[in-house]
């Protein structure tokens, strides 16, 4: 309600101040800083939605609204610190370590946790003094979502079995995709054969993608779909395609250029060198493209992930004062990767746009992690909360209480972020739909593993422990 209008301020701020740390230091804000972008929004928009259900919990339990947002930013500055920690620390190895995209989407996310923890903490702190200096009207629900998810009792843990089950199938089929198929690597990975094209005629990128990739079909029978941008105006289009790239066809040049002038007759278009007949296309000049995405930066990237992945553990392990905790963490996010590379290994050639792999991809990739990191330090951290507080109780009771009681927060969280994503999806263009799309995927896959995966790993690491 009203905390809602305070928290789009606080958003709002946010943004301005990355964006302003962006172009004081004269960064590029590029694909992967984009991806870096999203993940900070979701990471704001979750510090806001702990807080707020951390005021709700003490409102329930007969304060007053001043003492109730005292203590709800009280008990939640935990769980806020531990995951922009985690997330702070992930973003710092890979700056260091990393290169190219990997740099530009930490150097992000590092502008992104210091601006977010402002934001969330401190601009609606002030908002709210000032609100209750006023005498405002203060509200942290509607009616209808007053008691929504406040009293649900699901019992994740007896289920956790069929989860491991599910996980294992998808992951399985994943991996067995990845090594039969592969994954569609972009001119970036493999290069490729560049064109600058002048129409008569304004054109639809889609279509022209479409004619192209008809008649440019690899030696398995699969499409090979362009890339291709808008240059300087709607008539004119660069398309790079990597149709032949890495094929021992002779005369493969001569191939690639008949088969865009066929790609062009198709549409209507004929080759006319002064444009002067109506419906006619002039190749301004067309050179090769050397890929841009060598083996030693794929290394360096990988032993970067890696690296950050183990700072995770041992933070994670230290922070919580267990190494099952660490190990759940790490074995969910190996889990969301390898869904959503498994899922694109699957789907690469039947869904309706480009899934290829590139540099955008390495940064959806890097998101997932980051995000499922995210998730799941809240969640662990309402756990560690409950055993001390229900000393008596069973590792199981403490650890279904703790997913309930976060429910609501997981769900708002992830619906927040995922519709954000969904708008990207449907209005950003088709050539950031594979991007974008990676993202929906982990965000849900992340959403799942911190509540089916790494919780419930957490508690059979520590068989011992459980009390029947």
Excluded at 48 to 53: D, Q, R
Excluded at 151 to 171: D, E, G, H, P, Q
Excluded at 186 to 198: A, D, I, K, L, P
Excluded at 289 to 309: D, M, P
């Amino acid at each position: 309600k009203r905390a809602g209008f305070v928290a789009n301020i606080a958003l709002v701020a946010n943004v301005f101040f990355i964006f302003g740390t962006l172009a004081s230091l004269g960064a590029a804000l590029t694909l992967p800083g984009f991806a870096g972008l999203i993940l900070t929004i979701g990471m704001s928009v979750d510090a806001n939605v702990l807080i707020y259900e951390r005021v709700k919990e003490e409102l329930s339990n007969g304060k007053g609204i001043k003492l109730a947002i005292q203590d709800g930013y009280k008990h939640a500055y935990t769980a806020i610190i531990d995951a922009n920690v985690t997330s702070l620390l992930t973003a710092v190895v890979l700056a260091y370590f990393g290169s190219g995209p990997i740099q530009g989407f930490a150097t992000t996310l590092i502008i992104g946790v210091f601006t977010s923890l402002f934001s969330a903490i401190f601009i609606t702190r002030l908002i709210f003094s000032y609100l209750l200096d006023k005498k405002w009207d203060l509200s942290f629900y509607r009616n209808a979502t007053k008691s929504l998810f406040t009293s649900t009792s699901i019992s994740f843990l007896s289920k956790r079995k069929i989860s491991y089950a599910i996980s294992a199938i998808i992951v399985i089929i994943g991996i067995y995709s990845l090594f039969t198929n592969g994954l569609d690597g972009s001119v970036e990975f493999t290069g490729g054969r560049s064109y600058r094209v002048e129409f008569t005629d304004e054109m639809n990128k889609e279509e022209v993608r479409l004619a192209i990739a008809n008649v440019c079909v690899n030696e398995e029978g699969n499409k090979v779909s362009p890339e291709i941008k808008t240059v300087d105006n709607n008539f004119t289009l660069e398309i790079t395609t990597k149709y032949l790239e890495g094929s021992g066809v002779k005369n493969k040049l001569s191939k690639i250029d008949s088969s865009m002038a066929v790609a062009f007759n198709n549409l209507g278009y004929t080759e006319d060198a002064g444009l002067n007949d109506e419906k006619s296309y002039k190749i301004v000049y067309s050179r090769g493209v050397e890929k841009q995405i060598s083996n030693e930066l794929i290394q360096g990237s990988f032993l970067a992930v890696l690296f950050s992945l183990f700072v995770i553990f041992i933070y994670i392990a230290f922070r919580f004062r267990k190494w099952q905790y660490g190990l759940g963490a790490l074995v969910a996010m190996f889990h969301d990767v390898l869904v959503v590379l498994g899922l694109f290994s699957i789907f690469y050639n039947t869904l309706p746009f480009s899934m290829e792999i590139d540099q955008a991809f390495i940064a959806a990739i890097l998101t997932v992690i980051g995000y499922s990191i995210n998730d799941t330090v809240v969640v662990f951290d309402r756990i560690r909360e409950f055993a001390l507080l229900h000393k008596k109780s069973s590792s199981v009771q403490v650890v279904d209480r703790a997913l309930n009681s976060t429910l609501s927060r997981t769900i708002n969280t992830s619906l927040s972020t995922f519709l954000v994503l969904l708008t990207i999806f449907i209005f950003g263009g088709e050539s950031i739909k594979g991007f974008s799309f990676a993202l929906m995927i982990g965000v849900l896959v992340g959403t799942y593993s911190s509540l089916f995966i790494a919780t419930p790993l957490v508690v059979d690491f520590s068989k011992k422990n459980i009390k029947s």
